[in-house]
């Protein structure tokens, strides 16, 4: 091997992965009765967590559109993390009104406020569509061509299934790189509204210092509802609107569990990459490099900016601290496969796939040949990604402009909708344009007008370091000129002449005919509309050479399930999954044991006086006196704080219902350790830990600390 110092390590942990398909990874509902979970330790009738009627314990888990909540009441009561309500809390949020430091309580429904930009999709089904959709597929077709077709196809059987009523939403997902294909149908609630939240001082304890590690004191909660019409339509924001009865409710356990007790979850994961080459891995480490340099770039620009000012802390908090978080997270990645030396991993994985292939004469034919036709297509697609994104980044809402992002979004909106609907691209169909306005909206909310002119001016500014062929045609000349004091102009003409700072504007123009919007001249809406030729062009190459992609890997996972005999989860796809584990602690490095509990005392040991570790008073006071109420924990003598169990998790996981054996909720999902964070590539048993908070502390925190007891008696308890 070329590095013997890992041989020990790299044998252990490749042995373990080939005894454990059947254990770790994310499954689908369908594949949960092959995991025999009666044996393992659940206590209830695996057939009830899934019911095709919409009664299953999983029913009652929601995607909120990046995250995951649960209904914890028949009125509607939905159950997820600070961090994942976080967004709402921001748009709502002033500087009289801070909701971020201060939390929020309403103390009747009455005067529960709207998660602006929230949704929540309750799972109503879901069914196998391989059969509809491969079969499109004709082997003399182009890359491109098998794109649209697949695309086609999909877009039909989504809209026969939206046909089913105006708050029913479907996708369609692929699974194994498009060896199998699902078709998933929600009721979509576009109404949902902030009930509580903790203070930051609470939800955000510990910050982006305690971010991914262990242990850990967050008391990472808040809560939603759910509203329809009084006819139980999932509509927008009414008065008139009713809390949403759902037919399936958590059930909250305060009894505590012990070490090795048998733990699941059921949530909605984003992505993982488990499933990836040698090739794959590879690309994506340096894709993240870069990543982190431009994180670190934009969290100190938007610090800067709002260092004087609460109200544009405000606006970019979110922005902040997602940014904060990915980048810790990359940072937890490298060197997690660095201390496994993953890449060694991967090839040994790779030559044991080459000798089963060996062993028959049919399998060299099928797929001999694939991991090399992956290795090369990579670098054909690297030097593609390169030139792509950085335009991409330009005209992103995340990582670009505010105002530059929305002349884009009106642009390219405009242009599709002139378009019938079922040829546009998926993310503007009419279904979708909702959705857009609501963007368009709410974009205020998270951008100061000065900050977003001076962001413009530092982006472009540094385009100078980039290679001439990956700058935007559209900026080549003004990059050309290599003058500070020429971007400043030219951004101060985008921004002194533009019209897109008025929101309202902005949604009257993307009602407007493509011609009618181009006649006003918008200096911003003319760039994007330059952008945009080169952006389409890219975009073309990039759905062939994704198909392209897509058929080499089907290719190879076809002999990876034939070789595993089909014990492999899917990679994570924002689809519902189903993950189980064991209540235990770990130990990270060499003499270094984690308990799997912390506790209050634990919060009160980290007290600095000052944020992220800043105690409120009224806690020190409940503690001081041991004002517990029923939710100490007798064996602990303590309010427990967090804990672990080794189930599989990822982003979107967040707000997931942690349950114990009986199905009954013990905690909910808020982070991987440290040492976890790998496991979106590659799964490490002995390191693998997810951290959820306590169902106790969230408890505690509501009634003791806030006095909310009407949530206390809505929760049943």
Same mark, same amino acid.
């Given at each position: 091997?070329?590095?013997l110092?890992?041989?020990t ?14 254990d ?6 369908h ?6 979970l ?15 009627d ?18 914890v ?9 600070? %961090?994942v309500?976080?967004g ?6 002033? @500087? ?13 429904k009455g005067?529960?406020?709207?998660a602006?930009g929230?949704? *929540? ?5 879901y069914e196998?569509?391989?059969d ?19 695309d086609?196809? @999909? ?40 009930v ?11 910050g982006?210092?305690d ?5 850990r ?15 139980n ?8 609107n ?42 994506d ?6 990543r ?19 109200e544009v ?13 990915g980048f ?12 496994i030396n993953l890449?060694e ?6 030559e ?5 292939? @060996? ?13 090399e036709?992956?290795s ?5 697609? *690297? ?11 330009m ?26 609907d079922?040829?546009?691209e998926?993310?503007?169909?009419e ?9 368009i ?16 001016? %530092? ?5 100078e ?5 990956q ?13 500070g ?5 030219f951004?101060? %003409? ?5 019209i ?21 001249g ?14 389409? *062009?890219l975009r ?10 897509q ?8 002999g ?7 014990r ?5 796809n ?7 584990g064991?209540?235990?602690?770990y ?5 270094v044991?984690?308990e799997?509990q ?6 009160i ?11 409120p ?37 967040s ?8 199905g ?6 808020f ?9 979106d590539y590659?799964e ?16 505690f925190?509501t ?6 007891? %009407?949530i ?6």
């Amino acid at each position: 091997m070329k590095y013997l110092k890992y041989l020990t390590v790299i044998l252990l942990i490749y042995s373990v992965a080939l005894v454990s398909w059947a254990d770790e990874g994310m499954w689908m509902p369908h594949q949960m009765k092959g995991l025999k979970l009666k044996a393992k330790g659940l206590k209830m009738n695996p057939e009830d967590l899934y019911r095709e009627d919409g009664t299953g314990l999983m029913s009652a888990v929601v995607y909120l559109g990046g995250g995951t909540g649960e209904f914890v009441s028949h009125e509607g009561l939905i159950l997820t993390n600070h %961090h994942v309500a976080f967004g709402a809390l921001q748009r709502a949020a002033t @500087k009289e009104k801070d909701y971020i430091q201060e939390g929020f309580i309403a103390w009747t429904k009455g005067e529960e406020i709207p998660a602006q930009g929230y949704i *929540a999709d309750v799972l109503l089904g879901y069914e196998a569509v391989t059969d509809k959709i491969i079969p499109e597929v004709k082997p003399d077709m182009t890359y491109r061509e098998k794109f649209e077709a697949i695309d086609k196809a @999909k877009k039909k059987l989504i809209a026969e299934a939206e046909k089913g009523g105006e708050d029913i939403r479907a996708s369609v997902a692929a699974m194994y790189s498009g060896n199998k294909y699902y078709l998933f149908r929600f009721k979509r609630i576009k109404d949902i509204r902030i009930v509580y939240a903790p203070p930051r001082d609470l939800g955000n304890f510990g910050g982006d210092i305690d971010n991914w590690m262990w242990p850990r004191h967050t008391c990472d909660f808040s809560f939603l509802r759910a509203y329809v019409s009084p006819e139980n339509k999932g509509v927008d924001y009414s008065k008139d609107n009713i809390p949403y009865q759902p037919k399936s409710v958590l059930k909250i356990s305060t009894k505590g569990f012990k070490e090795r007790d048998f733990s699941f979850v059921m949530g909605y994961p984003g992505r993982t990459y488990r499933n990836y080459t040698l090739a794959e891995l590879s690309f994506d480490l340096e894709n993240m490099k870069e990543r982190m340099e431009i994180y670190k770039d934009i969290i100190a620009f938007f610090e800067q900016a709002g260092k004087d000012d609460r109200e544009v802390q405000i606006k970019y908090a979110s922005l902040i601290k997602g940014l904060n978080n990915g980048f810790k997270n990359y940072q937890g990645k490298f060197e997690g496969i660095d201390r496994i030396n993953l890449l060694e991993i991967k090839e040994n994985q790779e030559e044991d796939f080459l000798e089963w292939i @060996k062993e028959k004469p049919e399998r060299e034919g099928l797929y001999g040949n694939v991991l090399e036709d992956i290795s090369v297509f990579m670098k054909k697609y *690297a030097a593609f990604e390169r030139r792509n994104t950085l335009l991409g980044r330009m005209v992103s809402s995340y990582f670009g402009s505010a105002l530059l992002s929305q002349a884009y979004t009106i642009f390219r909106t405009v242009e599709e909708k002139e378009k019938p609907d079922m040829e546009r691209e998926p993310a503007y169909q009419e279904r979708n344009i909702p959705l857009i306005k609501m963007r368009i909206q709410l974009a205020e909310r998270g951008y100061d007008l000065e900050a977003d002119r001076a962001f413009l001016k %530092h982006q472009l500014k540094k385009l100078e370091g980039y290679p001439e062929e990956q700058i935007p045609e559209a900026l080549k000349e003004l990059a050309s000129k290599k003058s500070g004091k020429a971007i400043d102009a030219f951004v101060n %003409h985008l921004y002194d002449n533009t019209i897109l700072a008025d929101t309202e504007k902005r949604l009257e123009l993307i009602d407007m005919k493509k011609e009618d919007l181009m006649k006003i001249g918008d200096p911003l809406i003319q760039l994007a509309s330059e952008m945009e030729k080169e952006m389409k *062009a890219l975009r073309e190459k990039e759905k062939a050479l994704g198909q392209e992609r897509q058929e080499l890997k089907k290719v190879y996972l076809s002999g990876l399930l034939e070789k595993e005999e089909g014990r492999i989860a899917p990679d994570a796809n924002s689809t519902i999954r189903f993950t189980y584990g064991f209540i235990k602690g770990y130990s990270p490095r060499d003499a270094v044991y984690y308990e799997s509990q912390t506790t209050l005392s634990g919060v009160i040991e980290k007290d600095t006086g000052e944020f992220p570790f800043l105690v409120p008073d009224k806690i020190k006071e409940l503690y001081e006196a041991r004002d517990y109420g029923p939710y100490e924990d007798k064996k602990l003598n303590d309010i427990p704080a967090c804990f672990l169990n080794t189930t599989s998790v990822t982003g979107g996981n967040s707000g997931s219902p942690t349950l114990n054996a009986k199905g009954e909720q013990i905690g909910i999902i808020f982070d991987m350790t440290y040492e976890s964070v790998t496991a979106d590539y590659y799964e490490v048993p002995e390191l693998q830990r997810t951290i959820s908070v306590d169902i106790r502390y969230v408890l505690f925190v509501t009634e003791k600390f806030s006095g909310a007891n %009407h949530i206390i008696k809505e929760l049943g308890l």
